[in-house]
């Protein structure tokens, strides 16, 4: 049978307008018309699906040896089960590295053909959301309820900061973050204007800052401390701005000693007592910390190929209670873990050595420039903390800092 062709033109313009549409979704992931049971919804992975199909009719379907691997291991985790375990096979969690693929694939292959001004859009229409539920919170939940899955309102003895178009703050603080680092790209390509980076960076650092969580913190002193590091100045100027910053967060703190936000609380707990970041009190800040011991005990353990998919929730408990060198740490914290809170823990627990190679192999492949790095490295804390695999900005800063990334328009 001849293999089916689409006529050029329509194969173009059907792409153009996908691939545009790709770079605005990837700024509302948690937003679809109809929610599914999951905070990430579905048009990304449908839309960029789509393009890959359009490759294949096309013949255009080509990969690299990693993304072979990538694409391999994605299917590995649908059938790579431990009989000897308990498993339980939850679709969001075998799906999420296929579906992590297929973005990958989409703006690794098509960044330099999309719009930057879908992206813009996406950031600004953010924005709007944040100030129409500063203004008006009850309309703002009748307007976009019907689109999120849930919206996580205050939880905990410190209020919580805005949610723009995402499900909770925290998820709001790391869409900040990649706006930024997405505008830093943008603007490193010459693909917008000086201006237009000077309006995504307020936009940006205003998200980061309204969500008023921790993970919003974490974000800025990040990107603060990896400008700081490649900023081509003397080493007395970034000792001066590191004292600054430092005065800037105590005054901060003072000033707002009576505002109970959970960035401030965490800010100040830290500056008084900087050991109170191990302080497993904290639930937020215990279950990272658990979720990474738990894959380094799996691994020294002698599960260097994991424990097989659908095992996490089985095994966790056991790998911290067993741990020579945290048990007594952890104490009876750990009947709170979740390895699920870190994507990195995760699949290291299941997959082993099979996504540590993954991990290692795709973040090699770096194009040795300073930006390129800082949005490298800030990408993986998304995949440390509490991002799913299945995050469409991961993909989308390791696609397009990729040093294959293609850079040939759309033919």
């Not at 900061?161 to 830093?184: D, N, R, T, Y």
């Not at 699949?347 to 090699?364: A, M, P």
């Not at 993986?380 to 695999?389: D, G, H, Q, R, Y």
Request: with cysteine; aromatic share 18%.
């Amino acid at each position: 049978m001849p293999f089916f062709h689409l006529p050029q033109i329509v194969e173009k313009v059907i792409k153009v307008v996908l691939i545009n549409l790709t770079i605005f979704l990837a700024t509302i992931p948690f937003l679809a018309p109809i929610p599914i049971n999951s905070d990430l919804q579905y048009p990304i992975y449908l839309v960029c699906g789509a393009i890959i199909f359009i490759d294949i009719l096309s013949k255009k379907f080509i990969l690299s040896k990693v993304e072979i691997y990538f694409l391999g291991l994605s299917m590995l985790s649908f059938f790579y089960i431990n009989p000897l375990l308990e498993f339980n096979l939850r679709i969001p969690k075998i799906v999420g590295l296929l579906f992590a693929f297929v973005v990958f694939y989409v703006f690794k292959r098509y960044w330099r053909s999309m719009n930057p001004i879908y992206f813009k859009f996406g950031v600004y229409l953010n924005l709007v959301f944040i100030f129409l539920e500063y203004i008006q919170v009850e309309f703002y939940i009748k307007i976009v309820s019907p689109f999120v899955r849930i919206i996580k309102l205050d939880e905990g003895d410190s209020d919580r900061g805005f949610h723009g178009l995402m499900a909770e703050p925290s998820f709001l603080a790391g869409m900040g973050a990649f706006f930024f680092l997405v505008s830093i790209v943008l603007i490193k390509e010459k693909r917008i204007s000086r201006l237009s980076f000077f309006l995504l960076f307020i936009a940006s650092f205003s998200m980061m800052i309204l969500s008023s969580s921790i993970t919003g913190v974490i974000f800025l002193a990040a990107i603060f401390a990896l400008s700081l590091f490649f900023i081509n100045i003397s080493i007395i100027n970034k000792v001066i701005l590191i004292f600054l910053a430092i005065i800037s967060s105590f005054l901060l703190v003072i000033v707002t000693i009576e505002v109970d936000l959970r960035a401030l609380d965490f800010m100040r707990d830290t500056i008084v007592n900087p050991t109170s970041i191990l302080n497993l009190n904290d639930r937020s800040i215990s279950t990272r910390l658990m979720a990474l011991i738990g894959a380094y005990e799996s691994m020294i353990g002698g599960h260097i190929f994991g424990n097989g998919v659908g095992s996490l929730q089985f095994v966790i408990f056991d790998l911290l209670r067993n741990s020579k060198l945290f048990s007594d740490y952890l104490g009876d914290h750990i009947y709170f873990a979740t390895g699920y809170i870190s994507a990195i823990s995760h699949y290291i627990i299941e997959l082993g050595l099979f996504f540590i190679v993954f991990l290692v192999w795709i973040y090699s492949q770096t194009r040795f420039i300073s930006y390129v790095i800082s949005v490298r490295l800030i990408s993986l804390l998304f995949l440390l903390f509490s991002f799913s695999i299945l995050f469409p900005p991961v993909w989308i800063l390791l696609a397009i800092t990729d040093k294959y990334n293609i850079k040939k328009i759309i033919k």
